[in-house]
């Protein structure tokens, strides 16, 4: 009696690999259930769907963790959970699934089967009796075209593990053991390395953990609780041998890499790196940017290592794989090999970095930049100052040339910056308080040292005072040309416009004030209309992820609005008219001019004929000048943050507090990684309206209702300027 009831609290559960008869009863392939007594040749076990106890044939079964079997339990096709179980791979990533965690479904209940959505919930289902199991089903809010469905009650499902096909946490390949007596795989050695799903069960009631991207090419791991031991881990067994020459040593899983085959040369990104049965060589397994003719789903030598569309996936030899060059601006950095979550020495480590270092990489972020004591940290009302920075340079380079360019007033203070605050925080992720206030002290005025300040007047004395470099924008109105870093959004208020896009503000602004750039711009900073911190013209700003400036150019090919051949005129009058396509600017031919405002409700309008290439031999449609969203400077209450993008993908957003929270008399920054801005960023003109943009969440209505500065880019004029 004692040894059973050791047994009841500490169960020991199985799942049957072989068919086999027992008492006259097949039991299936696929079946669960504990175990009963333990011999040296066989042992007994207590079989879900049999009411007596069975004993198991030796090679017929397998030991897995109570975790697992509540995984398995509702799947109730028995075959179909059996194939799930030995996809180890895939088993592993829905084990990591946490709530926010991307997915793929296929639902049988669904004409559409195959369908994306997002984990709002992880619950326990009823009890089942006989194998003393709770079930595990995943509710998930399904996605339309990468976007949240908006179908009222047919917005979630609830699904069980064996309906997830892909999750967006899949980065790692679980190490794989070989039983030595019978020669199968062994996923687990012994109990503690069983798969933990205790993290995600932690995690369940977090709601303010943000999904990873999915499909991007640098997915993020899970970040429970225990995430970090278990990526630790996995680096650690997957980390290049310092001592082996060929390989190199930058290279990890996530690594975007260029690889030269006999007849042509393919880049992709490693998806796992690990040493396959019955082979010597390390192996990378590379998703490839295209098909190729011999290229797999993620299958080498009839074993599933990652999952990817068919025919792109690559499996080569370590040593043959290279940085892609097309991305490679500097030289990659060393590999750390130094823990890099240890803010008490980052704190104390006061050293300059004389060293140029490149912006932080995609791949990078999780280990480098995510967590707290992370990024700038703020002192005394410094966050106007922490936040630009950090926005401006941890993930672009589109100033560094201010860094380097001779001639400034104040060398110390480029060197300060270079060296004290940009180098490192793009090395260790970390740059303590005493270092911005190095800087903040040779501004040249002492309330830059304590009195609270906005970000333009910071970038202004930086770019034109201290450093005298070339103003960022060059703005023509009328015959005169004006200088400026930044630019003010200024216009009338129109309460017909519930929610703008800085697209239409920009437009709408430069038409009332008569101005044009008179050169493209490498980085534009507009400023969001309000007054002063408190009053703001509009509830809510979209912040447009791109920005068409072609129609705002001195000089330039402009289209005809309504025709589509070369434009002469332009009239800000008629982009008020409701009988016109609202939003677009209103630029006109000879021929389309002269219609329009024969109307006689137009007759009054002041249009303007602007000046326009000669001879132009170009057709339509006319190349458009655009510029790219790197980040939002947003502001509450006196404390400015700032929403960043990190990488390519739509989904590589992260949220920067540089005083998230504070500790005797430190503050401590905070980057969160929040992909669904991504999402959020994409949401149509059309629907804006009728979408209620502070209920989304947290950072929703903070990026909508406080954005104060949108910072552009334009990658092609970087590569001039």
């Not at 019955?278 to 599933?304: C, H, N, P, W």
């Not at 040593?319 to 979550?341: G, H, S």
Request: overall charge neutral; glycine content about 6%; charged content about 25%.
């Amino acid at each position: 009696m004692e040894r059973m009831g050791g047994i009841e609290n500490d169960k020991r559960y199985c799942i049957v690999l072989k068919d086999f008869t027992t008492c006259g009863r097949k039991v299936l392939r696929g079946s669960l259930g504990y175990f009963n007594r333990l011999g040296h040749e066989e042992m007994s076990a207590t079989v879900e769907r049999f009411k007596q106890v069975v004993k198991l044939p030796p090679g017929n079964y397998k030991v897995i963790g109570k975790e697992e079997a509540e995984l398995l339990v509702d799947i109730q096709d028995l075959s179909h959970r059996y194939e799930l179980f030995k996809n180890e791979p895939l088993f592993r990533s829905i084990s990591k699934v946490q709530i926010n965690d991307v997915v793929q479904l296929v639902l049988r209940s669904s004409k559409n089967n195959k369908m994306v959505g997002i984990v709002k919930n992880i619950e326990n289902t009823l009890r089942k009796k006989d194998l003393d199991l709770y079930g595990t089903l995943f509710q998930v809010s399904l996605m339309e075209d990468n976007r949240p469905s908006r179908k009222k009650g047919d917005q979630c499902v609830k699904v069980n593990a064996g309906e997830i096909i892909q999750v967006s946490n899949t980065e790692v390949e679980p190490f794989v053991l070989a039983d030595a007596k019978n020669g199968s795989t062994q996923l687990f050695e012994d109990p503690s390395q069983n798969i933990s799903i205790s993290s995600r069960r932690k995690g369940m009631e977090q709601s303010n953990e943000v999904p990873k991207s999915f499909g991007s090419s640098a997915s993020i791991p899970d970040r429970g609780q225990d995430s970090s031991k278990h990526i630790s881990k996995a680096l650690t067994q997957i980390s290049p041998d310092p001592f082996e020459g060929c390989e190199n040593p930058a290279l990890e899983v996530g690594s975007m890499v260029e690889v030269q085959l006999r007849n042509n040369r393919v880049y992709g990104v490693i998806r796992w790196i690990g040493i396959p049965e019955r082979m010597v060589q390390r192996m990378a397994g590379i998703e490839l940017d295209y098909e190729l003719k011999t290229g797999s789903d993620g299958t080498f030598q009839k074993r599933q290592y990652f999952v990817c569309e068919k025919n792109k996936a690559l499996f080569i030899q370590l040593r043959d794989c290279k940085p892609d060059a097309r991305f490679l601006t500097y030289e990659l950095k060393n590999v750390r090999t130094t823990p890099i979550n240890e803010p008490e020495k980052m704190i104390a480590d006061d050293h300059t970095m004389e060293e140029d270092v490149p912006p932080v990489r995609e791949d990078e972020v999780q280990q480098l930049m995510e967590g707290r004591m992370k990024g700038i940290q703020g002192h005394y009302n410094s966050c106007y100052l922490d936040s630009t920075i950090f926005s401006l340079f941890t993930f672009s380079s589109v100033l560094d040339g201010i860094l380097h360019k001779p001639g400034g007033h104040d060398e110390k203070i480029q060197r300060i910056l270079r060296e004290d605050i940009v180098n490192p925080l793009r090395t260790t992720g970390f740059v303590n308080a005493e270092k911005v206030m190095k800087l903040r002290k040779l501004l040249g005025c002492d309330t830059f040292v304590s009195a609270e300040k906005d970000p333009e007047e910071f970038i202004n004395v930086l770019l034109h005072e201290v450093l005298a470099v070339d103003p960022l924008l060059k703005i023509r109105s009328g015959e005169k040309i004006q200088e400026s870093n930044c630019y003010q959004i200024i216009l009338d208020k129109d309460d017909t416009v519930k929610v703008p896009t800085v697209q239409f503000l920009l437009e709408r602004s430069f038409l009332c004030c008569d101005l044009k750039f008179e050169e493209i711009p490498s980085c534009l900073l507009v400023q969001m209309p309000r007054f002063g911190k408190q009053f703001k013209m509009f509830t809510e700003i979209m912040p447009s992820l791109e920005l068409d400036i072609t129609d705002l150019l001195n000089n330039s090919l402009r289209q005809c609005f309504i025709c589509g051949v070369v434009a002469e005129y332009e009239c800000a009058q008629c982009l008020l008219d409701p009988m016109l396509s609202p939003g677009a600017i209103k630029q006109y031919c000879d021929t389309c001019n002269s219609q329009v405002h024969s109307h006689k409700g137009r007759k009054d309008h002041q249009f303007r004929k602007f000046p326009s290439p000669i001879n132009v031999c170009v057709k339509a449609p006319f190349p458009r000048h655009k510029m790219e969203l790197f980040a939002v400077l947003c502001i509450e209450t006196s404390h400015y943050v700032s929403f960043v993008k990190y990488g390519s993908s739509k989904n590589s957003w992260l949220f920067f507090d540089s005083m998230a929270d504070r500790i005797d008399e430190e503050n401590i920054p905070e980057i969160t990684v929040c992909p669904q801005i991504g999402d959020y960023l994409m949401i149509s003109e059309e629907m804006l309206p009728y979408t209620n943009l502070r209920q989304l969440d947290g950072y929703a209505k903070r990026l909508f209702c406080d954005a104060y500065m949108c910072m552009y880019w334009s990658p092609r004029m970087c590569l001039y300027k």
